[in-house]
């Protein structure tokens, strides 16, 4: 390092081209947490003592200061940490820089290679970028920061994967603000950009910014990190995926905001809140514009979605997680305007789910199809001992013919169907549920006709595989189980005609009730 001397005399220092190679720096923590370095730091037991000013009242240590550069080259440190069993390396270590000086920005170039042992992750990383410090005016920037870098190591599922970082940065010391926008990540085939504006405040730190993730395959995405994707119906689905969002938080809460989240022919758009004190609380407010559901089951059960059953939400609750439902703090609502599973297509489905201090509710529930409509009110009380379910569904005037068509290939009735529920339950799974049911449920079919099919027994196995209990034809006589089935006599006191080409027996209504009770 070779100094300019008269400049000295003005405190000014002017100097060369610093150059450093080969510089090994071993740093230690031992078993019983000292460091190698704590000598050399430590304070001496003897006070110090004072040296009188020299230099008068208010004058500037340093005038100006002008550096030819930083040249560090090929330069280890390493980090053995014996009591963590920690093993960290950085080998081929290089920074070289430019002119340096109080004044102008300066560009520096850093690449190394990482060894973190045996926490199973390394790294080669290059990186330029420049570097404008204001320090009279408490500012500083980062511009055009561009870094490449590969992660390998049994860390890294799927072998190495390359990583690309690059951004615009400013920062305020004296506002204690801080802003970079914009930021763009590269990670194997998707690539994000952000903006991010932090602020310290009184109440602590502030975050805001957005999000933009451009459209992605997932799929290929789950491949490419040695993470198997889900075996769907449609091999083709979670082929493309993309997000949109602005988020800001504090030391209180967080709030994601028009977010839009795209994944193959779906989009997602909506909020979503979530208070961290003095306890957890969420909402959340989403709306989706179509789903076919049935394309990301198995592909078993897409097969099977001929025998597949269909079950209101409240009939398929099988366990109540009470001590969730206790600590939970919910307020959300989902929208959906078409929605196809299990081959049923429902539309304008909607449902607001509450819950507060051990009590949840779904209510409104709500879905269009078959131009008929179901409505849904549920609630579970955990508040108590044991959790209450209590269930009031109806459908009114779905097609059933057009119904029973897409849920089974094929369509034994037609008419008119309509169907009330009004159940309640205690317990935490499905035994104790069933065991304590109580209430009434009732249908009614009219104006349709049932083709070559048993009635009353078919009922009967379509009520035992809603879960409610074995039944058999000759039960039916005399039960909790009412059936009137009016195929002798049309709405005008007529005999109703039967038609043997077709093998189907027409009827004005067909009414049923089941009554449980403890």
Known sequence: VRVKLLPLLSRKIEAGVVTLEGLELNLERGPDGRTNWEDLVAPSEAPAERIPETAPSGASPLAALAVGGLDLRDALISWNDRQAGMNITVTHLGLKTSTVNLVDPVDAHLQFELDTGNLGLSAAVDADTRIDLNLAGGRYGVEDFSLEMNLGGEAVPGGPLPVTLNLQAQGDLNRKTFTADPVTLSVADVTATTTLDLAQAASGFQISGTLTAAPFNLRDLLTRLDAAPPDTADPGSLSTASINMEFHADSQAAVIDKLSLRLDDTTITGRADLRLAPSP???????????????????????????????????????????????????????????????????????????????????????????????????????????????DENLAGVRSGDLLKDLQGKAFMSGLASAGMKLSATGADADALLASLDGTVSFTFTDGSVKGVDIAGKLCRTLAAADAGSLKTEDLVGSALQMLIQKAEGTNGAEAESDAAADSTKFSEIRGSMTFAK
């Open 281 to 391: 609380a969420y909402v959340v407010d989403l709306a989706v514009d179509n789903i076919d559901a049935d394309r990301y089951l198995p592909p078993k059960a897409a097969a099977d979605a001929e025998t597949a059953r269909a079950a209101t939400p409240g009939a398929a609750a099988a366990a109540i997680p009470a001590e969730l439902l206790q600590g939970l703090d919910l307020d959300a609502r989902l929208a959906v305007g078409a929605l196809k599973i299990a081959n049923l297509r429902l539309t304008d489905v909607r449902l607001q789910a509450s819950a507060k201090e051990g009590l949840l509710t779904l209510h409104p529930l709500s879905a269009d199809l078959y131009e008929g409509a179901y409505s849904g009110n549920i609630r579970i009380d955990a508040r108590g001992p044991a959790p209450l379910l209590s269930l």
